[in-house]
């Protein structure tokens, strides 16, 4: 008996000792130091047991302490720093260094011959990272750099397969020069095209928008730079990447035609105005064709039997290898892309081959080349695509026989808008190559000297012919016509570059000096065929045209450069650029051969001060401003000089060549256009950089316009190319990002930018010739002092006239009610005259883009979107005659509520078939702002588990849509074209990445 309660009393003991133990193992104080990855300690960092609410922060020293179980998971967070997890087994200690999250503060960023830290730059310079470019499906560069740098305004150029952008840095800097695109620098080449580069190499993309950055360009920087850095191999093991997509492309059209029914009745209400309010019979209206379509109801839809869904395609494979000495990195890219237009379509291959050699210790070599092979085919879609539009649906496509009708209703005005997808051709085949070579020699310390040497081609051949049958061939009497072109481009350039860096304790210089020279040389040779006996050869069937007519251009264009900078710090706070450079061009007079561009920029990096390291809001804390000139060299060469017309003459009865003088006045002291910008900026971090941007703040003043300058007739000569007027062109930028959630499982990203650039002329051609003492503006090409650059100045319709109105007694006695009311700005006077002309600009209020990205483990998720307001386009088809818009009921066009007497609140004039209604041009200016979805990706990377069994470094499978959905009141395919330019696809993708 006792011995079963001792054995009791044992069993008992045990178990409250084990109790007690688990107590104690429960309440076990887990201690620790937080410290940064200098070692410096962090307090204030929020340590919790996973899944509950226990939890401590660090002290000022970085100390902490805290009871957890064994197996309890301790989760420290702190802003700026890597989330970090640590579980608990049978340490009582927990030391841990935390990893910054910096954003990108020390960054390198590429600048023009150098590069520099992010943290350093204290000019205007925007990196966008290829990354992000890539996710967009398209061949055209400028489209992928859409919404990714404040300043940059992106339009649409060319929507077609192949087509590019038109890229606009801080707006128009230049009065009549058309061109404002930027220079494009690719590896120290200037190129031709930003798409001559496949954006599957880029490694880097810096955008220079001041004149700190851009001075160093001189001449041809006043349109702005962007710097483009191919891909190098670093040593290492072999690495093979591929990277593939393939989807579809549709389009969407912001705008409706007349369905039969609504065209039917369009037409009759044009007759019954004509017709003193009385409607006629149909069979007084219509072609017999017509009639029996609306009796059957089989009206064509012509989008529906035009447009199609179209595949794109694209394939990069590159492979990068390299040792202590040589490295190589190469790729291949395939791009497949079929148009929506039936017989539209672009091809491209490109081939890249970087090479680095190092020699000795203090010397190396290298070289950038590239490859690139193109086709474009485009059989006239401009008027395929209006016919789309202005063909009525009361029609037949086919005649009896199968072949296409070339007159569908009947009516000889309305064509066939299929007929030239087949009978038409037009072949485009490009050639384009990079051949850079340099080489580096470091002789001492710090002292670094480069020889660029570069040469680039681009060669054309193109054809295109229109045969027999089509649009062209039939009205010509079914003969065909068509025209084979040849291009040669080839530019050089050669390069002395010398480097200088010095570090002294905390003072930090870098001189750089440059010596350059290049040329270009353009040659094309056009023939023109008319009138082929048959479409047996097509185009190369020439010889038996009857009229060739061949057109030659050949022109070649050199610049010889000085440039100069110094770059000096002080510990990494207070910087100073200073920087110069003299261009000769031979574009200019022989009097200005010469110009020079200085600039100087000042930075202050306040968050290293002393007093602002306590502040641990602040992370980064940048104020810095620029001043300094560019140049813009944008003319033709020659134009400086008279020019030749050449005149035949009969003389005895036969013809002999001459030549007269042409109609431009030379002028010996044409000069650069010289703009002079002044630059303010504050670049932010706080905490830590979770939160970041820039403000900028910019005024340019641009001198010595380029322009063409009438001239009196009596001097012979009605222009001359002369150097005139100033316009100041300013506004500023603003972006945040911002770093949401930052986990090693979650991370959530999102940022905005708005831009604002506002122009207006200040001087033309200093005449007051009616002596008011205001300068006088220039109304032909619509000019006007202390107003926009590009504005509209015409009437502005206020509405429809209404049954009632006292219209006898307005300032448009003329009109009848249905007809266009006008503004009148001065409404005693009663007429209507030019000082009743309205002035509306058209660039844009502002423009800006918002973007969102999330990770959660091995998923991916982005979207953009892209928005520009305040922009004022003018649409022919909202009243054009041969557009469809006068409302005749002769072409179909965009659907309108026309004023009717049934119908007084319709917002368009009365339709009339006899003369397009009054004033009706005054209704194209149209606000064409939109909100656009421009990019949505969703992605998935393989775990490293599945990675390995399938001896992959990495894999990830996406799905990408591209223009989306569009929110705008312009009414066209894009808000940025006319309906009868190529549509703007939306494109939906599927695409693969690897890396082995």
């Not at 002079?676 to 932010?684: E, K, P």
């Not at 206020?798 to 249905?818: A, L, M, N, T, Y």
């Amino acid at each position: 008996m006792k011995s079963k309660l001792f054995t009791k009393q044992v069993l008992i003991l045990m178990l409250l000792s084990l109790l007690i133990s688990g107590v104690n193992a429960q309440n076990s104080d887990i201690k620790g130091r937080v410290t940064d990855n200098n070692g410096e300690p962090l307090p204030g960092v929020t340590i919790l047991i996973k899944g509950t609410t226990s939890g401590t922060i660090t002290d000022k020293d970085g100390h902490f302490t805290l009871k957890a179980d064994k197996g309890n998971t301790l989760v420290f967070s702190f802003i700026g720093f890597l989330v970090e997890e640590v579980v608990i087994e049978d340490q009582t200690t927990v030391d841990l260094t935390l990893i910054p999250d910096i954003i990108g503060i020390d960054d390198v960023v590429v600048i023009g011959y150098g590069t520099q830290a992010k943290s350093d730059i204290i000019s205007s310079v925007v990196t966008i990272k290829p990354e992000s470019m890539i996710k967009v499906p398209t061949a055209d560069v400028g489209e992928m750099l859409r919404g990714k740098a404040t300043g940059v305004y992106i339009t649409l150029g060319d929507a077609g397969p192949g087509g590019s952008s038109n890229i606009l840095i801080r707006g128009k800097n230049t009065i009549s020069i058309p061109n404002s695109n930027p220079i494009i620098i690719a590896d120290g080449v200037p190129v031709e095209n930003i798409n001559d580069i496949n954006p599957n190499d880029i490694a880097s993309l810096e955008v220079l928008k001041d004149a700190a950055s851009q001075a160093i360009y001189g001449a041809r920087a006043s349109n702005g730079v962007i710097l483009i850095t191919t891909k190098r191999a670093a040593e290492g093991k072999a690495k093979v990447n591929y990277s593939g997509y393939y989807g579809m492309q549709t389009v969407k059209r912001n705008f409706k035609v007349y369905s039969g029914e609504e065209f039917a009745q369009l037409k009759r209400e044009a007759y019954r105005t004509d017709n003193n309010n009385t409607y006629l019979a149909d069979e007084d209206i219509f072609t017999e064709i017509e009639q029996e379509v609306l009796a059957g109801g089989e009206f064509i839809d012509w989008e529906k039997e035009v447009l199609q869904l179209a595949p794109i395609q694209n394939h990069n494979l590159s492979l990068s290898t390299g040792t202590s000495s040589t490295k190589i990195f190469s790729s291949l890219n395939y791009l497949d892309q079929e148009g929506v237009v039936p017989g539209t379509n672009y091809k491209k291959f490109s081939i890249r081959l970087n090479i680095d050699q190092k020699v000795t210790e203090w010397m190396s070599f290298g070289a950038n080349t590239s490859w690139q092979l193109s086709k474009n085919d485009d059989p006239g879609t401009g008027g395929t695509l209006q016919r789309t539009i202005t063909t009525s649906p009361l029609g037949k496509i086919y005649n009896d026989d199968g072949t296409y009708r070339l007159y569908p209703t009947g009516v000889q005005e309305s064509f066939n808008p299929l007929l030239d997808i087949n009978e038409t051709t037009n072949l485009l085949e490009d050639r384009n190559d990079i051949m850079n070579l340099f080489v580096d020699i470091m002789p001492i310390k710090g002292f670094k000297y480069r020889l660029n040497a570069s040469r680039r081609s681009w060669n054309r051949k193109g054809s295109s012919y229109s045969s027999s049958e089509s649009l062209w061939g039939v009205q010509s009497g079914e003969k065909g016509q068509g025209s084979m072109q040849f291009g040669d481009n080839v530019e050089w350039q050669l390069e002395n570059i010398f480097t200088y860096e010095a570090h002294l304790q905390k003072h930090n210089l870098g001189i750089t000096f440059v010596q350059s020279a290049s040329e270009k040389k353009v040659s094309s040779f056009r023939n023109e065929s008319t009138d082929f006996p048959n479409d047996l050869l097509g185009i190369y069937g020439l010889e038996a045209a009857a009229r060739n007519t061949p057109i030659i251009e050949a022109y070649r264009r050199g610049l010889v450069s000085f440039v100069g900078r110094i770059q000096y710090d002080y510990d990494s706070k207070y910087y100073l650029t200073a920087s110069a450079r003299a261009d000769g061009s031979t574009v200019f007079g022989a009097n200005n051969k010469w110009g020079y561009f200085p600039s100087v920029a000042l930075g202050w990096n306040i968050y290293r001060e002393s007093f602002a390291e306590n502040i641990e809001l602040i992370s980064n804390l940048k104020l810095r401003g620029s001043y300094g000139s560019v140049g813009n060299e944008g003319i033709n060469p020659y134009e400086s000089q008279s020019t030749a017309i050449q005149r035949d003459y009969i003389f005895d009865g036969s013809k002999t060549l001459g030549y007269v003088p042409g109609s431009f006045l030379p002028n010996p002291n044409l000069k650069w256009e010289t703009s002079t910008i002044l630059n303010v900026a504050i670049d932010y971090g706080l905490w830590r950089n979770r939160l970041s941007g820039t403000l900028e703040v910019y005024n340019t003043r641009t001198k010595d316009l380029l322009v063409n300058q009438a001239l009196n007739a009596a001097s012979g000569y009605s222009r001359m190319r002369t150097n005139l007027g100033e316009i100041e062109n300013k506004g500023f930028e603003l972006n945040m990002n911002g770093v949401i959630v930052s986990k090693r499982e979650l991370s959530i990203n999102a940022g905005f930018s708005v831009s604002q650039n506002k122009n207006k002329i200040i001087s033309l051609y200093g005449k007051d010739e009616d002596e008011d003492g205001i300068e006088d503006d220039d109304l032909a090409n619509r000019w006007f002092i202390g107003q926009p650059i590009d504005v509209y100045y015409q009437y502005k319709p206020v509405g429809i006239f209404q049954e009632g109105e006292d219209i006898i007694h307005s300032h448009q006695p003329e009109s009848k009610p249905g007809d266009i009311k006008l503004y009148d700005r001065y409404p005693d006077d009663g007429i209507l005259n030019a000082d009743d002309n309205v002035l509306t600009k058209r660039d844009p209020d502002w423009f800006g883009s918002f973007n969102f990205e999330i990770n959660y483990k091995n998923i991916d998720f982005a979207f953009d979107v892209l928005t520009v307001q305040g922009v004022i386009k003018n649409n022919p088809y909202l009243y054009g005659y041969s557009q469809g818009g006068s409302l005749r009921g002769v072409l179909n066009g965009v659907k309108q509520d026309y004023w009717l007497p049934e119908n007084p609140s319709g917002n368009w004039p009365r339709p009339t078939n006899a003369n397009d209604p009054r004033y009706i041009w005054t209704m194209g200016l149209q606000d064409a702002s939109f909100i656009r979805l421009q990019n949505i990706t969703f992605g998935y990377t393989l775990p490293e588990n599945l990675l390995s069994k399938i001896k992959t470094e990495n894999l990830r499978i996406y799905c990408t849509g591209h223009n989306l959905y569009t929110y705008t009141r312009f009414q066209s395919y894009s808000p940025e074209k006319e309906p009868n330019e190529y549509p703007e696809a939306i494109s939906i993708v599927i695409g693969i990445q690897a890396a082995f």
